[in-house]
């Protein structure tokens, strides 16, 4: 008797269990359709090599989340609220993909976003792909990311390749507003993988653009001596140089081609040691009038950047940099997607998103005009910014010339260099 | 600068006539012995502490370091002309090597006394060159500084159309000069014939009465002095930041056996050939392969005569 009683609780435990468990998923359902929440997984290097950036984009991300809840959430998913699920993937492709796969299953978000590091976003984008779960990158830049063929990445940021690119548009459109023809190109850089890869992309924009290349010259960046560099480019006398550089060599090489009285018409550098804040401080007049590209600036002349970038320095301390613009898009980008989904369903918000074409509100802050993602989940109108460093009455400081809609009122580009 | 065909096979591809080319070699060797010669100087001071204490110095590229720094916070707070603050840069350097001889190196040479190349203290100058470099990271942080409005910076000087830098010129001088003062030291001054005696026979020195440990603080006080004077040399035209010593540490090394280990000229000589190398050649090829050829010719010496140019041929 007393052994039976055992059986029976323990029949009607596992009864009551089976009973309960359903019941639950009948008390979720009506439960949820009245305050829905989006889940997004947002994987950033949080701790590790990247933990600074990775930081600066979870600031903005969250900044941008803070003011979509507040105004009202996903209006027509009924108010919805979105909820980040922040996951560090300590700049690790490995782990990157792991949490992915814990984020769609475990937490079952809706919409993936992520990973800053170019090597974690691509093992991860096809972890996306697999469970058909819309993949939203704001920064990784490495090419091969949107040209795997996915049906579920889109991607803000614009390409590696297109840095050159939009150097070459530049040098173009430079020529048409100020009428004045560029035949030679020289071509100076860094001797790391970073220098010849740009190097590769210019050679064949070059060719293409019909220009003539006077110098191709590789340089290491632990050199001690640019003289040598700077005779060689001044012989070589060519209409614009176009550098890349770490931060030591940029200043030396500025350094030395004001001393050797290098004077090509223009000079067009690429971020890196040029966009590092000492270099402006070390190189000093010597940097006037030098071209750098980089993916965004404070003063670009676009609707809500100086409130944005305010209302950011004042919460966290620094201006917002070019990526964490780009992470901050992304945030509105997602929220205009699901206005237009009107469901939670991944494949309804891929669909949206695939048809994006955004114009205004916060996404604007931009350098470029609108955002459209193109068959490979590319987004077409991501451009570059072009600034000129120049003193217009407070000191050296980098400004807005290119794109054109972007430029800073009332600035007009110096070229050739005088 | 008329393009010509045929000429130079180099990276420039719109080449000048020959007689603007001949300037050009000109100009590149005058240029290339003018910072070969701050490299000499820069590698003076580590011949001098290895012709006395027989022992690598590793941290030879951070007591530049440190000098670049004293000289650039010496001008920077008292507004000095660069080479007038040689005044304050010297003896501080002076004495820093004397003191980090004398307290940090010096208690690993008396152990190991009884070895005549003692290994153990090439490992402690290495770890003084990593602390160095870290603890002025710590301290001066990690930008890049340099000496905005000094005399010097930026003026170049024009002879024949041919442009030479000026802060490079003064360099050259400053190195001829402690080149020919750190010799003349060496053979006329008491102090100096004690130093050449302990770096000839250590034992045999002692025997003299001369007080080794004492001769080795005042060398590697010396070294760091010269090396104080090589970034005074450098400071009205270089960047200044915490790992600049590693730029120029193997460029020294290699100077150092090209002249031969211990050799005051050896050291010029071998930082002027250095110089020219990567100028000169610099114009026929990428600046990448100047760096190859410099191994090159460092390997080529290390085979042929591993005494380098001036060095004696006996063992220390």
Request: hydrophobic share 45%.
């Amino acid at each position: 008797m007393r052994e039976r009683n055992i059986w029976w609780k323990a029949y009607v435990c596992v009864l009551a269990f089976a009973f309960v468990c359903p019941m639950a998923f009948l008390v979720d359902r009506p439960a949820s359709a009245q305050p829905k929440v989006v889940k997004v997984g947002n994987i950033l290097p949080l701790s590790g090599p990247s933990a600074s950036v990775g930081q600066q984009n979870k600031y903005s991300q969250d900044m941008a989340i803070e003011e979509i809840n507040a105004a009202g959430g996903i209006k027509s998913l009924g108010g919805a609220k979105i909820t980040m699920f922040y996951a560090d993937s300590e700049s690790k492709p490995e782990k990157g993909v792991a949490e992915a796969e814990r984020l769609i299953n475990t937490e079952k978000v809706h919409l993936l976003t992520g990973c800053w590091n170019s090597a974690v976003t691509y093992p991860t984008t096809a972890v996306a792909e697999r469970y058909g779960i819309p993949f939203i990158v704001p920064v990784s830049v490495a090419d091969k990311i949107t040209e795997q063929g996915f049906k579920t990445v889109f991607r803000i940021a614009a390409k590696d390749s297109w840095w050159t690119r939009d150097q070459f548009v530049f040098i173009n459109d430079l020529q048409k507003e100020f009428n004045m023809k560029v035949g030679t190109l020289a071509f100076v850089y860094e001797n790391g993988d970073w220098g010849k890869g740009f190097a590769a992309g210019w050679n064949k924009l070059a060719e293409k653009g019909g220009y003539k290349v006077v110098l191709d010259e590789p340089y290491p960046s632990t050199a001690t001596d640019m003289s040598p560099l700077a005779q060689k480019i001044k012989r070589a006398n060519p209409d614009v140089l176009l550098l890349v550089s770490n931060a030591a060599d940029a200043i030396l090489i500025t350094n030395t081609m004001a001393e050797y009285k290098v004077k090509p018409k223009a000079i067009i550098a690429s971020g890196g040691g040029h966009a590092d804040p000492s270099f402006l401080k070390a190189a000093g007049k010597n940097a006037q009038h030098i071209f750098d590209i980089v993916e965004w600036e404070t003063d670009v002349n676009k609707p809500g950047v100086q409130e944005i970038n305010q209302k950011f320095k004042s919460k966290y301390g620094y201006n917002l940099a070019g990526e964490s613009v780009d992470a901050y898009i992304a945030m509105y980008v997602m929220v205009d997607a699901l206005e237009r989904a009107k469901s939670l369903d991944p494949k309804a918000i891929r669909d949206a998103l695939a048809k994006t074409k955004l114009t205004k509100g916060p996404a604007m802050i931009a350098g470029y005009d609108a955002i459209e993602f193109d068959e490979t989940g590319q987004n077409k109108y991501a451009a570059l910014v072009m600034v000129q460093i120049n003193d217009i009455g407070k000191g050296m400081e980098r400004i807005s010339v290119w794109p054109k809609g972007a430029r800073r009122t009332g600035y007009k580009p110096v070229f050739p260099i005088p | 600068m008329m393009p010509v065909t045929g000429g130079l096979p180099t990276g420039v591809r719109q080449r000048p006539q020959l007689e603007g080319w001949m300037l050009f070699i000109l100009e590149d060797t005058i240029n290339g012995i003018l910072m070969g010669s701050i490299y000499g100087l820069a590698a003076l001071g580590l011949t001098v502490i290895f012709g006395v204490l027989k022992v690598i110095n590793f941290a030879h590229g951070s007591l530049l370091m440190v000098g670049m720094y004293v000289a650039y916070w010496a001008v920077i707070l008292t507004g000095l002309h660069p080479y007038l603050a040689l005044v304050i840069v010297v003896p501080v350097m002076f004495l820093f090597g004397y003191f980090l001889q004398d307290i940090i190196i010096k208690p690993i040479f008396k152990a190991e006394k009884d070895v005549r190349e003692p290994i153990t203290v090439i490992i402690v100058t290495t770890g003084v060159w990593y602390i160095l470099d870290n603890l002025s990271l710590l301290v001066f942080g990690p930008q890049y500084r340099n000496i905005q409005d000094n005399p010097l910076r930026g003026k170049m000087l024009e002879v024949v159309g041919m442009l030479l830098s000026v802060p490079k010129l003064w360099g050259f001088f400053a190195a001829l000069l402690t080149a020919v003062a750190i010799y003349w030291f060496f053979q006329k001054t008491r102090t100096g014939r004690a130093i050449r005696a302990t770096s000839l026979d250590r034992e045999a020195a002692s025997l003299q009465g001369i007080n080794q440990y004492k001769v080795y603080n005042l060398a590697v006080g010396i070294g760091t002095a010269v090396a104080g004077i090589a970034g005074v040399s450098l400071v009205p035209f270089y960047n200044i930041f915490p790992s600049v010593g590693v730029l120029f540490d193997i460029k020294c090394f290699i100077i150092v056996v090209l002249g031969g280990l211990g050799s005051i000229g050896g050291a010029l000589l071998g930082g002027m050939i250095i110089g020219v190398v990567e100028s000169v050649g610099a114009q026929f090829m990428a600046a990448t392969w100047t760096e190859a050829i410099v191994y090159g010719l460092f390997l080529v010496f290390l085979f042929l005569k591993p005494s380098g140019l001036f060095g004696v041929k006996y063992e220390w």
